[in-house]
């Protein structure tokens, strides 16, 4: 017995070893996002930490996450939440120390969680000693950013050097006297443009990239892709003829600040480097692309060393009134424009948009979820979607968001970001356990009384554990997107079927209507005769595990959504325990993986000569769909 044991230890080992140096381990991951400021709180302070999320890591077993992707906690003057940086290889003191940060790494790894961390090369803070240098022409310091000389007007007024403007709807340039020229900026103005037809700088931050990468990071996300560069000749762009406001940001095309071929260049650089890592740690590092851009261009990342950009259409495009035939165009516009090959994603939320709950209400949100886990490719989640928190209005002297500050109390909540930056929700504590602090640098939505991970944790039909089951339920299926059909056979109701490694088919369908309807499931080819009902996204009057007959209409509540598997998907586990009374080995193909979770409950439940089952056997994680049983 004892030998089963040392075995069934060595096995969870060398497993284990096996899983983290998978050269596919991303292209079916869930990546989860983590604001630190709003995670968890270890010191007090009421700012998340680095600490904070050490102490959470088990969380991202609980949620079967793969990876996180930290958003910036470099040393900043943090007018910008982090994203306006002054040491790209500093962590700030708000979060922790450089010492905290490798800890996280090692943490997370012993966990079997990749780590992620948000690159931000588009610019840098005002305040960073580059541009002190810059300014001063201290080489090599001297081109690290846009500068140029102002245009000199008939009655000898020096003017901007072009007609460019800034997302913040403001002339992107800014006068220096000290250095007698204007510098560049396409976000705020203590955001300044890096200049990379400068070799030393492109030089300067891949030396930044190999900072972390031998800290033992697993990839990066690279900010703010599109603005990299700008057309060397410095031509006023054409008006756009869309508004008559001349500063606003879409007064003009952007031929020339966005989307420059050599953006693509430079991306394929790092990918390079990230190739290096590869191949000398045996285990891919990944490169993730935020792109706010036309299909064409974003699909162009992939072609150039993206393990893949980020898929915004459940952003950009979902609201409350789409309807299932809008939401298969955003599925099919993405997968359709995808070079052959290439890995899908699907971002339910991120730190600049309201959440997905309050965007399209609790019950569409449970859809669009079930559709970001189960549609092939990579799900992407932030954090507080996974217990589907809601947007937090503020009041203008609560508002942190410097572009929301900039707009004044009367419009300020028409930009603001803050919504959705609020801290995490994990109890009904003080300050809903996210810091001991009453009161955090962000109030916490009022809700959080009912709204929290403890009280999700223990309700049965709670986003979370919807959440959970769709996680677990994901590690079912291959990477590739062969064999994915979708089919909408009403404005109301999207479709779609796949089948998972072991070759059995799963059918989604959703009801994206205001009333029920009824869905025959002959659209799809070589339906089985029979399906069982394995997951409704809301609780319903049709009963989970229901047998359903694919020669019938299946009844699609409103705002509901279905996961049906093959009947034969199913094991009898009282049967397999009642038929091996002996000491034998054998091996179950765990078709559905939560059945690992079933069983278990079945082994406590059930007595057999008045012994439980579970004291017949030894239980290894689940691996490769296979759980190894060993009976006493």
């Known amino acids: 017995m004892k030998g089963c044991l040392v075995f069934a230890a060595l096995l969870i080992a060398v497993n284990a070893k096996i899983i983290n140096c998978n050269q596919q381990w991303w292209k079916n991951m869930l990546l989860y996002q983590i604001y630190p400021r709003s995670f968890k709180d270890s ?25 996180i992707w ?4 470099y040393l900043s003057p943090m007018l910008d939440m982090g994203y306006d940086i002054s040491n790209f290889t500093e962590v700030d003191p708000i979060f922790g120390t450089l010492e905290d940060f490798k800890n996280l790494v090692k943490s997370a790894h012993a966990k079997g969680i990749k780590l992620l961390v948000d690159f931000v090369p588009n610019h840098t803070s005002d305040k960073h000693k580059w541009f002190e240098m810059s300014i001063k022409k201290i080489d090599p310091y001297t081109n690290y950013y846009v500068w140029r000389k102002g245009r000199t007007l008939p009655n000898g007024t020096i003017t901007y050097p072009n007609n460019w403007m800034s997302i913040y709807d ?21 955001q300044i443009e890096l200049n990379y037809y400068d070799p030393q700088l492109r030089e300067e931050m891949k030396n930044v990239m190999k900072f972390w990468l031998n800290l033992g990071v697993d990839g ?16 006023d762009e054409p008006l756009s003829g869309t508004t008559y406001n001349p500063y606003a940001y879409n007064s003009t095309k952007k031929i020339y600040t966005r989307d420059q071929p050599e953006t693509y260049d430079l991306v394929q650089s790092w990918r390079d480097l990230l190739d290096e890592y590869s191949t000398k740690e045996k285990c891919p590092k990944i490169l993730v692309i935020e792109a706010y851009a036309s299909v064409e261009y974003t699909m162009d990342y992939y072609k150039h060393g993206a393990n893949f950009p980020f898929n915004f259409n459940f952003i950009d495009k979902l609201n409350k009134d789409s309807t299932a035939s809008d939401v298969a165009k ?11 090959g290439s890995i899908a994603n699907w971002v339910s939320g991120n730190h600049d948009n309201r959440r997905l709950v309050s965007r399209i209400g609790e019950k569409r949100a449970r859809i669009i979820m079930t559709m970001v886990f189960l549609l092939p490719g990579v799900a992407v989640i932030y954090n507080g979607d996974e217990i589907g928190m809601e947007d937090t209005v503020l009041s203008w002297e609560d508002t942190k968001d410097t572009a929301a500050c900039k707009l004044g109390r009367d419009n300020y ?29 962000l109030p916490v939505n009022s809700n959080y009384l009912t709204l929290n ?23 079912n299926f291959p990477t590739e997107n062969k064999e994915f059909v979708m089919k909408v056979p009403n404005n109301n109701v999207l479709a779609f079927s796949r089948r998972m490694k072991n070759g059995k088919p799963v059918y989604v369908v959703a009801n994206y209507g205001d009333r029920d309807e009824y869905v025959d499931m002959k659209i799809f080819n070589n339906v089985p005769k029979k399906l069982i009902l394995y997951f409704v996204t809301e609780s319903c009057d049709i009963p989970m595990r229901k047998i359903v007959k694919t020669a019938d209409n299946l009844k699609v509540p409103a705002q509901t959504g279905f996961v049906l598997t093959n ?10 325990a009642a038929r091996n009374k002996q000491p034998i080995s054998f091996s179950i193909s765990f078709l559905i993986i939560d059945q690992y979770e079933r069983f278990n409950k079945i082994l406590e439940s059930v007595n057999m000569s008045g012994r439980k089952y579970k004291d017949y056997y030894i239980w290894a994680d689940p691996v490769n769909e296979t759980d190894l049983v060993k009976l006493k």
């Open 43 to 67: 010191n007090g302070d009421g700012i998340g930490d680095i600490k904070g999320i050490i102490s959470k890591l088990d969380h991202f077993q609980d949620l079967k996450v793969d990876a």
């Open 70 to 73: 930290l958003s910036p906690f």
């Open 170 to 190: 403001e002339p992107a340039w800014v006068w220096n006297e000290e250095r007698e020229e204007y510098y560049y900026h396409q976000f705020s103005s203590f």
């Open 220 to 235: 990066f996300r690279l900010d703010a892709a599109p603005y990299y560069y700008e057309n060397q000749k410095f031509l």
């Open 330 to 340: 955003y599925v099919e516009d993405w997968i359709s424009n995808m070079p052959d």
């Open 413 to 441: 909540l028409s930009i603001s970001r803050d919504y959705a930056r609020t801290p995490f929700q994990w109890d009904n504590t003080t300050a809903a356990g996210f810091s001991s602090n009453p009161k955090p640098w």
């Open 453 to 475: 991970l403890a009280n999700e944790k223990v309700s049965k039909n709670s986003f979370y554990n919807m959440i959970v089951f769709l996680s677990k339920f994901k590690k």
């Open 567 to 576: 009947q034969n998907n199913y094991i009898n586990f009282h049967n397999v």
